[in-house]
């Protein structure tokens, strides 16, 4: 009934749901890289919106997000996250602001995951 009176409103809700059932999967398969620095590699490019192509929005640089929270998304503790973190910004891929991280380069943190 919804659908045949609205079908712009059935299709993005449908949209929606396959696009949030994509990213849920994209995490779980993140949060199943063993090496920390990878993991937090793929975690900094999925909350920046550039780790998977159908993720389709705006690239989100830098990063409202706190080293605690951070940690919680990558499923790290928060000494490996500030570690792994120090190391990233020495090799000039992020760099920390106040309650952010700006990833400056991306590329070297998508051949982090590739390697």
Same mark, same amino acid.
């Given at each position: 009934? &919804?659908?045949? #009176?609205?079908?712009? &409103?059935?299709?993005? &809700?449908? %949209? ?10 994209? $995490? ?8 920390? %620095? %990878?993991r937090?590699?793929? !975690? ?11 993720? =389709?929005?705006p ?7 706190? &080293? ?5 998304? $990558? ?5 490996? !996250?500030? #570690? %792994? ?6 090799? =000039? $891929?992020? #760099? #920390? =602001? ?5 990833? !400056? ?9 590739e =390697?």
């Amino acid at each position: 009934m &919804i659908a045949t #009176k609205f079908p712009e &409103i059935y299709l993005s &809700i449908a %949209k929606l749901a396959a696009t949030n059932e994509a990213l849920a999967a994209a $995490a779980l398969d993140d949060l199943m890289l063993r090496d920390p %620095k %990878k993991r937090l590699a793929a !975690t900094l490019l999925r909350l920046t919106g550039l780790r998977w192509d159908f993720q =389709g929005n705006p690239v989100l640089n830098p990063i409202p997000v706190m &080293i605690v929270e951070l940690s919680e998304a $990558a499923n790290l503790s928060r000494s490996v !996250t500030a #570690k %792994k973190m120090s190391e990233l910004s020495k090799e =000039g $891929a992020v #760099k #920390k =602001g106040y309650k952010s991280v700006h990833v !400056t380069r991306p590329d070297y943190l998508r051949s982090l995951l590739e =390697g």
